[in-house]
């Protein structure tokens, strides 16, 4: 039990330090889950962001892309 319990919080450190990561160097600006946000590109570009996609971790968050 306590070994899942550390796997999860591991988990979820990665994913932090990769979004993190990312809209530090590619200027992504992560606006949800995609599940939330079907259409990730096109709402992106309705926010006025040159576009966006759901990415890792399991390509669960819509990121959308600076211009």
Same mark, same amino acid.
């Given at each position: 039990?306590?070994?899942?319990?550390?796997?999860?919080?591991?988990?979820?450190?990665?994913?932090?330090? %990769?979004?993190?990561? #990312?809209?530090?160097? *590619? *200027?992504? %600006?992560? =606006?949800?889950?995609?599940?939330?946000?079907?259409?990730?590109? *096109?709402?992106?570009?309705? #926010?006025?962001?040159?576009?966006?996609?759901?990415?890792?971790?399991?390509? =669960?968050?819509?990121?959308?892309?600076?211009?």
């Amino acid at each position: 039990m306590a070994s899942r319990f550390v796997c999860k919080h591991i988990l979820i450190a990665i994913i932090y330090a %990769v979004l993190l990561a #990312w809209d530090a160097a *590619g *200027g992504l %600006v992560c =606006q949800g889950k995609c599940e939330d946000i079907p259409d990730c590109d *096109g709402s992106c570009r309705r #926010w006025g962001y040159g576009g966006g996609k759901c990415v890792e971790p399991l390509y =669960q968050y819509c990121c959308c892309v600076e211009l």
